[in-house]
T-cell receptor
Framework: GAGVSQSPSNKVTEKGKDVELRCDPISGHTALYWYRQRLGQGLEFLIYFQGNSAPDKSGLPSDRFSAERTGESVSTLTIQRTQQEDSAVYLC??????????FGSGTRLTVV | DQQVKQNSPSLSVQEGRISILNCDYTNSMFDYFLWYKKYPAEGPTFLISISSIKDKNEDGRFTVFLNKSAKHLSLHIVPSQPGDSAVYFCAASANSGGSNYKLTFGKGTLLTVNP
């Protein structure tokens, strides 16, 4: 597609359940990022993938969070044993080179 | 520790007037700055950027000013239009020359342009 696609757009889950969020980057974009935005906050960096290099996981808030990406394709962000503080909009972005992030519309996660 | 600060959560201006959105940063390693615009239920979209080697960058109605000594940047929109109403995020990077381009974002400023 023309843009970064994220699914689902909305997810409501019960506390303690696992969730999986998906990101389809723009074809040919080598770099892929996950950010999240909690209510009233700025965007927080979570994880970065660049081709087949080891991902930069320095932003993941706990070991309940993990992400995978195979090559330059789809990425999934998994949150295990969700907590209420995980409620946020999770944004994926991809870029072809040094500059120019393109963000998806995000997944709004609500943990009840 | 908030490294990028947007101290005004909201701003309201009249159509046709100038909108000035401010951003302060604390990390002296930041060398590349960007502004993103976000409409509800959409992802942020890139608006304009500036490298630390410049103090001004202009693109149509949008101008970004950088004051490195004050660690301050601002986005000027003139003339403001109702369609500019959105949340504006300031973002910064400490590695503009490298491939790991991690951005640090401010909390955003909600701009409302009144007709």
């Amino acid at each position: 597609g023309a843009g970064v696609s994220q699914s689902p757009s909305n997810k409501v889950t019960e506390k303690g359940k696992d969730v999986e969020l998906r990101c389809d980057p723009i074809s040919g974009h080598t770099a892929l990022y996950w950010y999240r935005q909690r209510l009233g906050q700025g965007l927080e960096f979570l994880i970065y993938f660049q081709g087949n290099s080891a991902p930069d996981k320095s932003g993941l808030p706990s070991d309940r969070f993990s992400a995978e990406r195979t090559g330059e394709s789809v990425s999934t962000l998994t949150i295990q044993r969700t907590q209420q503080e995980d409620s946020a909009v999770y944004l994926c972005a991809s870029k072809p080179g040094r500059y120019g992030y393109t963000f998806g519309s995000g997944t709004r996660l609500t943990v009840v | 520790d908030q490294q990028v600060k947007q101290n005004s959560p909201s701003l309201s201006v009249q159509e046709g007037r100038i909108s000035i959105l401010n951003c302060d940063y604390t990390n002296s390693m930041f060398d590349y700055f960007l502004w993103y615009k976000k409409y509800p239920a959409e992802g942020p979209t890139f608006l304009i950027s500036i490298s630390s080697i410049k103090d001004k960058n202009e693109d149509g109605r949008f101008t970004v000013f950088l004051n490195k000594s004050a660690k301050h940047l601002s986005l000027h929109i003139v003339p403001s239009q109702p369609g500019d109403s959105a949340v504006y995020f300031c973002a910064a990077s400490a590695n503009s020359g490298g491939s790991n381009y991690k951005l640090t974002f401010g909390k955003g400023t909600l701009l409302t342009v009144n007709p």
